[in-house]
């Protein structure tokens, strides 16, 4: 079968598949394509549901626009092929199919050879998000029943390990539009991610354009109040009015609670800023008494010494300690050779 003939879709919305009071709503917004989405979105668990549900929002307006389609799970997993097998039971069929996680082109004929009729083939757009389909773009846009690329950030950067911003990802955006200019069909830009920096969306979208990409996909329904409800603020202010409300122990610096007999309950209390970070302990020795120093002199004189005056005595041979007083003093003779060792 021929390659369909790109469309001029500049405005893409995606809605998760489980969220049936949100259809109507997403076909109104006036984007030019309107998906139900099968795959992030929805866990496993809910995936059969989704399923169910999906069908529903392919329902056509009561316009021409937008035109409705589906992002399906990857071929190559069961959840995949349980999706294809499920729409082709649908009563309506999808005017496009997102195929997520295309890595050849092999991958966009499973799902045209499922879902190709005589009467409906859907337009099948592939969305390039891993480093391996960055490598194969070249035989990917081969796929004749291809008719449009998909530059998905988010994954690809969660591979990679890159952030997600436009400046970390000017090799992977230009191979997807240099890849999509070479088989001439369209090439969407992935989602903007700041939903409130309209600013930022703007700007991005007009260096996507200027690189060759046809259009933006949005990460939520773009415009939609529910896309830019802010998170509520936390409040300090009581639910219940008229109530007291106490401080939570751990803010407070004390623990409150009490034992049976009235003493405070051991908690953790927050060091002052007053107290010092370190406690140094300061032991005090005991003073020693010096014994009393004894000026008297001996009567006798202490063995190897001679007295030499009053109080005043001269080494013959040598003295043991415990032969002087103290107060005594001594002299030394001179020196000299040693006498020698007698023999008796």
């Known amino acids: 079968m021929n390659r369909p003939a790109p469309q001029p879709l500049r405005a893409w919305l995606i809605t998760p598949a489980l969220n049936a009071d949100q259809f109507e709503k997403a076909k109104s917004y006036g984007a030019d394509v309107a998906l139900a989405d ?71 004929e499973v799902v045209a050879g499922a879902l190709d009729t005589d009467q409906h083939a859907p337009v099948i757009y592939a969305l390039i998000e891993t480093p391996r389909a960055i490598d194969w773009l070249p035989t990917i846009v081969t796929a004749d029943r291809l008719g449009g690329l998909l530059f998905g950030a988010a994954d690809y950067a969660a591979l990679t390990g890159c952030a997600r911003t436009w400046e970390a990802l000017p090799y992977a955006r230009s191979a997807v539009a240099n890849n999509a200019g070479t088989a001439c069909i369209p090439a969407i830009d992935s989602p903007y991610f700041d939903v409130r920096d309209l600013e930022g969306l703007r700007r991005e979208a007009e260096r996507a354009r200027a690189l060759g990409f046809r259009a933006k996909e949005p990460s939520t329904p773009g415009g939609s109040p529910s896309s830019h409800r802010r998170s509520p603020r936390p409040t300090t202010r009581s639910p219940h009015p008229g109530r007291r409300r106490r401080r939570p122990p751990s803010l407070s610096g004390r623990d409150h609670r009490r034992r049976p007999d009235g003493r405070p309950a051991p908690g953790r209390r927050r060091p002052s800023r007053r107290q010092p970070c370190c406690r140094v302990r300061v032991t005090r020795l005991p003073q020693m008494k010096e014994p009393p120093m004894n000026t008297s002199t001996a009567t006798t004189t202490p063995q190897g010494y001679r007295e030499v005056g009053k109080g005043r005595f001269r080494e013959n041979v040598g003295a043991g300690l415990t032969d002087f007083v103290v107060g005594q003093i001594f002299e030394h003779r001179p020196a000299g050779p040693s006498p020698r060792p007698t023999t008796s």
């Open 38 to 108: 099968l795959e992030d979105s929805v866990a496993p668990a809910d995936k059969a549901t989704a399923r169910a549900t999906a069908a529903r929002f392919l329902h056509p307006a009561a316009t021409s626009r937008p035109v409705l389609g589906l992002r399906v799970n990857t071929p190559v997993t069961a959840d995949g092929i349980r999706d294809l097998a499920a729409i082709t039971g649908y009563t309506h069929q999808p005017g496009i199919v997102l195929v997520p996680k295309v890595e050849s082109a092999r991958d966009i």
